[in-house]
């Protein structure tokens, strides 16, 4: 048999490989990020109660998300290790321990001892995050940018049913008794279990070393944690304050504080959907700029806008202010193709404290000068991602889309 003949079948069927689609395993990993995600969304509609459980401010009540994302640091760590071995088994136990941590906040009545819980939700959070967009990026082959939409739907569609479930369990079992929904998250690690058991979490090629990447680190992410830093106000206003919003500043019911939160979400899965398949075709930078200069706009209209228009802007706020994650998380993975896991935990890493430090101010400008004014400066502020979106790398994907 002709050597070069051999040689370039096995290449063929190498890249074959990599471009197989692997839908199974991809939803397997997407349904494990719904039911993960609706646990961790469980911190906002609860924070009313919690507020008037601990007797808080707004800047402490909503410091308790912040300890929920500590952990974050840890995720450039987990991702270097998921790229040398595989650490499947942190995206198979963290539906479980998230479920159970953040399930029980409510038998606690101090302040210390919540936060523990959410800074222990918080490893298991960031134990789940960095690896698994590395592995639906691997199992993805060419189309990334969907396999990111349907992962990061899954876990917009867990933030929608997230806030539902925990004021159902309110509702059903008092805040004392919320213990019991943890036992759904046990059942989903055993199906993952099943289903991951033998996935590996690693890239297929053996990852350079850290010098080699280090050049395209300090090009890339700041450029990115510019565009993250502009979004993270009005983000962390709607995502994490808008029950508040809701109650206090629209005198909304709990239940409906909890709604208008599952109603952003629940437009931000059909938006994650659309996004990141939309940045394979037109490129990842055209989608990024539309995203970024509408939602401001949009949020700004939610705030001064008629009550009657509260509904329709809220999905499309949901539609635009948060599907811009797939498609960054595309971006991620195509400048990185060696380094995945890596660098999705750098992005992961520094989007929670970029979240966790805009959470803090949005805060402490509640308590200065209120809410309403708090999520106006936060809007304003998104304008400035923009400028940000045309210092990322350029390539074919992020200009033009993919092949």
Excluded: C
């Excluded at 760590?77 to 071995?85: E, F, N, Q, W």
């Excluded at 088994?89 to 819980?117: C, R």
């Excluded at 808008?242 to 437009?267: F, R």
Aim: glycine share 10%; hydrophobic share 55%.
């Amino acid at each position: 048999m002709n050597p070069t003949t051999t040689s370039e079948s096995t290449s063929d069927s190498v890249e074959t490989a990599e471009s197989t689609f692997s839908t199974g395993q991809i939803f397997t990993i997407a349904g494990g990020h719904f039911v993960h995600d609706t646990y961790s969304a469980f911190i906002a509609p609860l924070l009313p109660l919690l507020q008037e459980r601990l007797a808080t401010n707004y800047a402490l009540t909503g410091s308790l998300a912040i300890f929920a994302q500590l952990p974050s640091l840890l995720n450039p760590l987990i991702g270097y290790l998921a790229d040398r071995v595989s650490v499947r088994y942190f995206v198979i136990l963290a539906p479980a321990v998230t479920a159970t941590l953040f399930s029980i906040l409510g038998i606690f009545n101090s302040y210390m001892v919540i936060a523990m819980l959410l800074l222990a939700g918080g490893v298991s959070i960031a134990a789940f995050h960095s690896p698994a967009p590395a592995m639906v990026g691997r199992l993805a082959g060419k189309r990334v940018g969907t396999g990111m939409s349907i992962f990061m739907a899954s876990g917009e569609l867990g933030r929608t049913v997230g806030p539902i479930v925990a004021v159902a369990g309110v509702g059903w079992f008092g805040l004392e008794g919320m213990w019991r929904l943890m036992f759904v998250g046990w059942a989903v690690t055993a199906v993952l279990y099943w289903r991951l058991h033998d996935v590996s979490a690693r890239t297929d090629t053996k990852p350079a070393g850290l010098h080699d990447a280090w050049p395209q680190i300090r090009r890339f992410f700041p450029a990115l944690g510019w565009i993250m830093l502009a979004r993270s106000g009005m983000v962390v206003a709607l995502t994490t304050y808008l029950p508040l919003y809701m109650k206090d500043e629209v005198e909304a019911s709990l239940w409906l504080a909890a709604a208008a939160l599952s109603i952003l979400e629940g437009a931000g899965v059909a938006g994650a959907l659309f996004s990141g398949t939309a940045s394979d075709r037109f490129g990842r930078h055209r989608v990024l700029v539309a995203l970024t200069f509408v939602s401001p706009l949009l949020a700004l209209l939610f705030i001064y806008g008629p009550g009657w228009l509260a509904v329709p802007l809220l999905i499309a706020l949901g539609l635009t202010a948060i599907s811009p994650t797939p498609v960054l998380l595309a971006v991620v993975q195509d400048a990185f193709p060696n380094h995945r896991a890596l660098a999705n935990g750098i992005y992961i890493g520094l989007n929670f404290l970029i979240r966790a430090l805009a959470i803090w101010v949005i805060g402490l400008m509640a308590d200065s000068v209120g809410l309403t004014t708090a999520f106006v400066i936060g809007s304003v502020a998104a304008f400035l991602s923009v400028p940000g979106i045309w210092l990322l790398p350029r390539n074919k994907t992020t200009l033009a889309g993919g092949a």
